[in-house]
Antibody, heavy 118, light 108 residues
Framework: QVQLQESGPGLVKPSETLSLTCTVS????????WSWIRQSPGKGLEWIGY???????NYNPSLKSRVTIAADKSKNQFSLKLDSVTAADTAVYYC????????????WGQGTLVTVSS | EIVLTQSPGTLSLSPGERATLSCRAS???????LAWYQQKPGQAPRLLIF???SRATGIPDRFSGSGSGTDFTLTISRLEPEDFAVYYC?????????FGQGTKVEIK
């Protein structure tokens, strides 16, 4: 059974970069597709993007100019960077696994709250 | 992008009653790439239904999904106490993948 665990700062200042890491256990990120999804009271659940086992990425156009998802296979981790954050980026951030590029999410991390505030 | 509209926003029912939740898409959802999730406070969403009508592993058969194209339904045949939660639909056939705003099933 794969397990995903998000980690990173819970507080980020406006205009700075939000950085999160998802550590995967019980499975290898050299297979499948690895995503970030966020949930805020104002916008509900929002898909941010994914990185595939081969390193290809797909981002939500609404965030594409500010998002980078990368993988570190040596650590079995993947990461999210979101630049130039504002209060609107305050949300619970989840990492999740899909079996293909066109797939639902059967495995999720527990989520981590990131607040953007000075 | 495909917008998913869920209705009603809140459903107030008693244990043992039947719940019918709707998810309507602004465009046809490719290959019925429509999933349903259950979320309880402080928890991540949990996959219930994929492919519009297939139950995920371990999901009780009181949960069923139906529909195609732009209209989808999640039915809970007899509500158990643990079923009171928020339910989301998601389409993953047209990028960007999108979620509905959720239906809260609360105890009446």
């Amino acid at each position: 059974q794969v397990q995903l665990q998000e980690s990173g700062p819970g507080l980020v200042k406006p205009s700075e970069t939000l950085s999160l890491t998802c550590t995967v256990s019980g499975g290898s990120i050299s297979s499948y597709y690895w995503s970030w999804i966020r949930q805020s009271p104002g916008k509900g659940l929002e898909w941010i993007g994914y990185i595939s086992y081969s390193g290809s990425t797909n981002y939500n156009p609404s965030l594409k100019s500010r998002v980078t998802i990368a993988a570190d296979k040596s650590k079995n981790q993947f990461s999210l960077k979101l630049d130039s954050v504002t209060a609107a980026d305050t949300a619970v951030y989840y990492c999740a696994r899909a079996y293909s590029g066109y797939d639902y999410y059967r495995d999720w991390g527990q989520g981590t709250l990131v607040t953007v505030s000075s | 992008e495909i917008v998913l509209t869920q209705s009603p926003g809140t459903l107030s029912l008693s244990p043992g009653e039947r719940a019918t939740l709707s998810c309507r898409a602004s465009q046809s959802v490719s290959s019925n790439y429509l999933a349903w999730y259950q979320q309880k406070p402080g928890q991540a969403p949990r996959l219930l239904i994929f492919g519009a009508s297939s139950r995920a592993t371990g999901i009780p058969d009181r949960f069923s999904g139906s529909g195609s194209g732009t209209d989808f339904t999640l039915t809970i045949s007899r509500l158990e106490p643990e079923d009171f939660a928020v339910y989301y639909c998601q389409q993953h056939g047209s990028s960007p993948w999108t979620f509905g705003q959720g239906t809260k099933v609360e105890i009446k």
